[in-house]
């Protein structure tokens, strides 16, 4: 494809990279909209969404290395709106998912949807970005195995660190 018809369809480079984020996270928001049912156990749908997610990051390796280190740059107009403007779509539709789950008595009604939400996130992007170096922390064996990461994520996101019975 020519300089010219990609110009034709995007006025400036930032709208075309814009465009090709926002198709990325569009693809991802229908797996999520998949995969977070409040007729179906919380536990199995938060397992599903972080390997979803993990699985996402990996097959779109370099879009989400672009977005990272965009977002770096906490105070640039592309951060706030790639933020704002793309990002906070899919954010929305967990915290969404764990509000209506709290409302329906599915999981504790005095945890914070956003601080839940951004962990399930960051716990993945840091799994993500250093998975090949996380191989180097003594027993760190789930480097190697994404489910078996997204898993043990969920369980503890679910279940906490209590010494409680864990919720079933």
Sequence with gaps: ?????VFHHFETKQALYMA????AASEFGQKMDNVLSIDRD?????????IQHL??????AEVARLILRELQDNDSELAVSLVRDVLAR??????????????????????????????????????FQNRAILKQL????????????AEAVTELVINGLSLKEPQQ
């Design 1 to 5: 494809m020519s300089k010219s018809t």
């Design 20 to 23: 090709v984020i926002g198709e």
């Design 42 to 50: 919380v536990n199995g749908c938060i397992k599903a969404f972080q």
């Design 55 to 60: 699985e996402h990051l990996q097959r779109h």
């Design 90 to 127: 899919n954010f929305n539709r967990l915290v969404e998912y764990l509000d209506r789950a709290s409302a329906a008595g599915l999981i504790r009604k005095d945890l914070d949807a956003h601080a839940t939400a951004l962990a399930l996130y960051s716990a993945n992007v840091m799994y």
């Design 138 to 149: 003594p027993g760190f064996e789930l480097a190697d195995d994404p489910k078996a990461y």
